[in-house]
């Protein structure tokens, strides 16, 4: 299995997925024993790194029974929920198991919820029936490839009503908890698969009925996050804060992945097709107001009704308010053509909101299909020439390894090769701040009537600032000689999360410029913090932010053409040029510019010109360059 991590991109990536899973031992299975017929072998899909090979952490070799130990360690689980499991065919569903058996030996288990359906629809007896037979094809396709295999589970659950009687198939919302944490953590330490039937007992009239399977699905969240629902107990509050830090020191939910034939979440702004990355405390409003947008002309329908999964399902879950006035429903409803898929998009949206936000916040979502997620081993039919991978990539897997999605958010649109992935990653993410506001105040040159801002702004953490760029850069800044060059030039500056991540552009005069000659807009600083930099997606979520929000015309930069991070950077400009006797490699993303025009007049002229004349701010002439000079 040692070759599965040729999938990652970079070398970075498989020194991140060890150091998540060092004390992670999973066995594999004897080279010589495949599985063809499904078609999602991984033998020959991934070309092994020399470096990984040689770390001790996995073997290779005939599996044994792996001992409980009696302190076990920590265990990395993914919580995936199978919309209409009995709509996939017998091929499909053995890949889709044949992933998540190699997901438990790269360290990851996993539990299993199944969805057969809206209980509108059937009775709650035709639904527990339904669910227990697929329940039982799905552990036989697991068993399949041998051992630990899987477990059905039907009485995972417990709900509890304080007054009354409850109907046949209930709704709830903070009364549903995991009774017996054991009967999901005992297989979990052995390696086998929980496969979650959504049935609760009701412990008012003794009773097993069916449950939506969004509630089963935030009812184990709340359980492997500390957060038990269950009947209040007079305890102590020390007492109970131990028991949340035993829960999570003995769980990790890593991930909450959603199987849905209608795949990921849909995007006005890119051709319809599903969002390759959503930051939920930066995109959550803005995606709700321009899905909004769309639906202004038609308010006055019905909307549909409140799915479980959008409404208060913890003090600390936000409540959903996606279902307003009917206006998304609408609005996806003409990017799906099916009111039922959108339906089922705001469901899983809104169930993966509340799910992170109980999480922490290295825990993540993914959306994806049945089909894509048993996808493993095939090429793309498209093979016009562009930049992509040569092989369809398991999105689980390339996850897993990677904690990104299968393709960057920040690329540009016509750099994607074929069909794109019906996959959406989602992270509760982090907010960004620009400054100023491009929606309030578009960036432009300054002038009298329309000032720079300055770095002394109270909306600033000067201090802050200049730690991320030294920490990004390894280098010491000299601060008066940078705030002196650029005051007055900033056209403005991006920061994510808490100074995890900032840009700083200016606006630069060209070197041969006269009279009203048009000012250049330049990234001066690009800084990421090292602990941050090649996961969480923070370069991504400031180069998009930049390019979509604030200079939408184009940019230019330059970086030293030692830089590490310059191949980032080629993927995502539309143009480069290696600056003749000089160290400095010259980058845009405006279009039309060609590189090797001549003369004085031309745009690239000016950049060039730009690039050439910014004096550095260092204080020292060392450090380790991983940012834009």
């Known amino acids: 299995m040692l070759n599965v991590l040729g999938s990652t991109a970079t070398k970075r990536d498989a020194r991140s997925y060890l150091s998540r899973f060092r004390s992670e031992k999973p066995k594999s299975r004897p080279r010589n024993e495949r599985h063809d ?70 360290g990851m288990s996993s539990v299993l919820v199944l969805d057969c359906g809206n209980e509108e629809q059937r009775n709650g007896l035709d639904l527990r029936g339904l669910a227990r037979e697929q329940a039982d094809r799905i552990a036989a396709s697991i068993d399949h490839y041998g051992s630990p295999g899987a477990r059905c589970l039907d009485n995972a659950l417990t709900t509890s009503f304080e007054v009354g009687s409850c109907p046949s198939s209930v709704k709830v919302q903070n009364d549903t908890y995991v009774s017996n944490r054991d009967l999901l953590l005992n297989p979990l330490r052995r390696g086998i698969i929980p496969v979650v039937v959504p049935t609760t007992f009701v412990r008012n009239d003794q009773r097993l009925v069916h449950m939506p399977a969004d509630e089963a699905i935030l009812a184990l969240t709340r359980e492997f996050a500390g957060v038990r629902a269950g009947p209040a107990e007079e305890t102590d509050a020390q007492e109970l804060a131990e028991k949340i830090q035993q829960t999570q020191k003995e769980v990790s939910l890593d991930r909450i992945i959603l199987l849905d034939p209608v795949g990921g979440i849909p995007s006005t702004d890119e051709q319809c097709q599903p969002r390759v990355f959503i930051n939920l405390e930066q995109d959550y409003k803005s995606m709700r107001s321009e899905v909004l947008d769309v639906g202004d002309g038609d308010t006055q329908s019905d909307s549909p009704k409140a799915d479980p999964a959008s409404q208060d399902s913890t003090s600390k879950a936000p409540t959903s308010s996606f279902r307003e006035e009917g206006k998304y429903d609408k609005a996806i409803t003409s990017l799906t053509g099916s009111p039922a898929k959108t339906s089922h998009h705001l469901n899983n949206l809104a169930l993966l909101r509340n799910c992170l936000a109980m999480l922490p916040p290295s825990s993540s979502g993914l959306v994806t299909t049945p089909e894509n997620a048993a996808n493993a081993n095939r090429r793309p039919v498209d093979s016009s020439p562009g930049v992509g991978t040569r092989r369809q990539r398991n999105p689980l897997i390339h996850n897993l390894l990677t904690d990104k999605p299968v393709s960057s958010s920040s ?35 300054p002038s009298q009537s329309n000032p720079s801002i300055s770095l002394s702004d109270p909306r600033i953490d000067l201090p802050r600032l200049i730690h991320l760029i030294e920490d990004s850069f390894s280098r010491r800044l000299n601060v008066q000689h940078y705030l002196s060059r650029i005051e007055g ?25 006269t009279g009203q000659w048009p000012l250049v807009p330049y990234l001066d600083k690009f800084a990421v913090l090292k602990r941050s930099q090649g996961s969480g997606g923070v370069a991504d979520i400031l180069f998009k932010a930049m390019v979509k929000d604030c200079l939408p015309s184009g940019v230019c930069w ?71 000079d």
């Open 37 to 106: 017929d499904v078609g999602v072998n991984l033998g020959n899909l991934y070309l092994p790194i020399r470096a990984v090979e040689q770390n001790p952490v996995f073997r290779q070799g005939p599996g044994e029974t792996q001992a409980v130990s009696e302190n076990p360690e920590r265990l990395h689980t993914a919580l995936i929920k199978i919309r209409k499991p009995q709509a996939i065919d017998d091929s499909t569903l053995r890949g889709v198991c044949l992933t998540l058996v190699q997901l438990v030996r790269l």
């Open 411 to 445: 690329l540009p649109s016509d750099r994607a090769k074929g069909s794109p992935s019906p996959t959406t990653f989602v992270k509760r993410g982090m907010p960004v701040s620009i400054i100023p506001d491009p929606h309030m105040h578009p960036w432009t040159p």
């Open 489 to 513: 030039r900033i056209a403005g500056i991006i920061i994510a999360g808490e100074y995890e991540g900032g840009a700083l552009l200016t606006w630069e005069s060209p070197s041969h410029a």
């Open 558 to 628: 330059r970086s030293r053409r030692d830089n590490p991070a310059n191949k980032w950077y080629f993927e995502r400009a539309r143009g480069t040029w290696k600056l003749p006797r000089s160290s400095w490699t010259m980058f845009w993303t405006t279009e039309g510019v060609q590189a090797g025009q001549k003369g004085g007049e031309g745009l690239l002229s000016d950049y060039e010109s730009v690039c050439r004349g910014v004096v550095p701010s260092w204080a020292d002439a060392g450090g380790i360059r991983r940012g834009v």
